[in-house]
């Protein structure tokens, strides 16, 4: 009676839909592997590789140390995006000024006038779409994504929370034609 089962894909070798089942026999030390790619099927016993104790301890401790690598490569990053975003507040801060930055942490939000046409305002956040207002009326919302060109090297599109919105406040506050000719719109 087989004491182990499992699936999967046989491999690199083998096509996307080459699959496979098998089950292992600890009474005999052999597996059977079960085909069915496409409409093919058929059984095959293989005998299972012996492996000394010494050999699954060296695959364990090499699991172990790739696993502890991850960890703190992973804890680097944390730290590093930790820093970017102290540092974009920071950026926020000095640009914005105190008060606009309070309104940005209690809200969550900026709110900003539009330079060429008055009665319009923008409100801005990090996650969302510029919503544009006309007379306190939602009238439409503009799609924009900021990415940084150094990020694109490292396959990265992070970018720290407070630079996003910075960088939304200044194309409405210096390019606002332009921010309006490139965004997806979504009139009301």
């Given at each position: 009676m087989p004491n182990w089962y499992g699936y999967g894909n046989y491999g690199a070798t083998t096509t996307a839909s080459s699959n496979w089942v098998y089950a292992t026999d600890s009474t005999t030390a052999s597996a059977t592997y079960t085909w069915w790619p496409n409409t093919y099927y058929s059984t095959q016993t293989l005998p299972l590789q012996q492996r000394s104790v010494e050999e699954l301890q060296r695959d364990y401790e090499e699991i172990a140390r790739r696993e502890a690598e991850r960890r703190q490569a992973q804890a680097e990053q944390e730290r590093e995006r930790a820093e970017a975003v102290r540092q974009a507040e920071e950026l926020l801060r000095s640009c914005l000024g105190e008060e606009r930055l309070a309104e940005y942490k209690t809200k969550g939000c900026l709110s900003v006038d539009s330079p060429s046409k008055p009665g319009r305002r923008y409100v801005v956040d990090a996650h969302?779409?510029?919503?544009?207002?006309?007379?306190?009326?939602?009238?439409d919302e503009l799609c924009v994504h900021l990415v940084d060109p150094l990020s694109l090297a490292n396959d990265s599109r992070w970018l720290p929370e407070p630079d996003v919105v910075l960088g939304k406040v200044w194309l409405i506050?210096?390019?606002?034609?332009r921010l309006l000719r490139v965004a997806n719109h979504n009139r009301r």
């Open positions: 969302s779409r510029i919503k544009v207002y006309e007379a306190d009326k939602l009238v506050e210096n390019d606002e034609e």
